[in-house]
C-alpha cells in the first residue's frame, strides 16, 4: 500500500534558522508530491507542488522542495523560518495521472520561537 | 467569495443522532473529496466524486452516505452518531491530478 513517511513529529526551531522536513514516500511508480502546510486552527493550504520537470520547487512564503527519486524523497525547506511560519506541515503523495486519492503523511509540528 | 465553503463549521451533536455537513465549491472543478482529520491530526480520504459519480470509496462504515447532486456540491450524511466520529471533516475540490486540491475551512463535529 502507497505510504508518506515524515518522521520528524516535532520540530521546535529559533526565529531565522533554517527549516528542512523530511517526507518519504513507498510508491515506485509516477507520483504527483505535495507539501500543505496547517496553520492553527485553519484549514489546509497548498505551499508547493511537484508532478514533473525540476526537481526543485519553490513555493509560496519562501519555500522550496527537492524531489529525489532515488531516495524516494521530497524534502521541504526554508533558509530562515518566522515566528509566523508556526504550524502543522504535511507532505501529500498521490500517484499516476487518473483519478487517485492523495495520501498524507501524519504531519509534523513546527514550532517557531521568537 | 470563499472557494470551498463547508457547514456548519462546528457540530455538537449526541450520540445516535443523525447530521449533515454540506460543502459547495465555486472553482468549476470536476473533482470533489471528503477528507477525516483526527485527533492526531491524520488526514484520510473518505470519499472521492469526479461529475457526480463517486470514484472513490474507502472503507468507511456504512453510516456515512455521500450525496454530490451536482458538481458543484459534495455533501456528508452521518446516521447513528458514535463518539468516534467525532473529527474534523474536510472538504476539497481539485481540477485535477497535477493541481492539488483546495481545502475548505472544515467542520469540527463533536459527538457527545
Known amino acids: 500500500a502507497q505510504s508518506v513517511s515524515q518522521h520528524n513529529h516535532h520540530v521546535i526551531l529559533s526565529e531565522a534558522a533554517s527549516l528542512e522536513l523530511g517526507c518519504n514516500y513507498s510508491?515506485?511508480?509516477?507520483?504527483?508530491l505535495f507539501w500543505y502546510v496547517q496553520y492553527p486552527g485553519q484549514h489546509l493550504q497548498l505551499l508547493l507542488k511537484?508532478?514533473?520537470?525540476?526537481?526543485l520547487v519553490k513555493g509560496i512564503k519562501g519555500f522550496e522542495a527537492e524531489f529525489i527519486k532515488s531516495k524516494f524523497s521530497f524534502n521541504l525547506r526554508k533558509p530562515s523560518v518566522q515566528w509566523s511560519d508556526t504550524a502543522e506541515y504535511f507532505c501529500a503523495v498521490s500517484k499516476g495521472r487518473g483519478f487517485q486519492k492523495l495520501v498524507f503523511g501524519t504531519g509534523t509540528r513546527l514550532l517557531v520561537s521568537p | 467569495d470563499t472557494a470551498v465553503s463547508q457547514t456548519p463549521k462546528y457540530l455538537v451533536t449526541q450520540m445516535g443522532n443523525d447530521k449533515s455537513i454540506k460543502c459547495e465549491q465555486n472553482l468549476g472543478h470536476d473533482t470533489m473529496y471528503w477528507y477525516k482529520q483526527d485527533s492526531k491530526k491524520f488526514l484520510k480520504i473518505m470519499f472521492s466524486y469526479n461529475n457526480k459519480e463517486l470514484i472513490i470509496n474507502e472503507t468507511v462504515p456504512n453510516r456515512f452516505s455521500p450525496k454530490s447532486p451536482d458538481k458543484a456540491h459534495l455533501n456528508l450524511h452521518i446516521n447513528s452518531l458514535e463518539l468516534g466520529d467525532s473529527a474534523v471533516y474536510f472538504c476539497?475540490?481539485?481540477?485535477?491530478?497535477?493541481?492539488?486540491?483546495?481545502f475548505g475551512s472544515g467542520t469540527r463535529l463533536t459527538v457527545v
Open positions: 511537484y508532478f514533473s520537470g525540476d526537481p
Open positions: 510508491y515506485g511508480g509516477t507520483v504527483n
Open positions: 476539497a475540490s481539485s481540477p485535477g491530478q497535477t493541481h492539488g486540491y483546495t
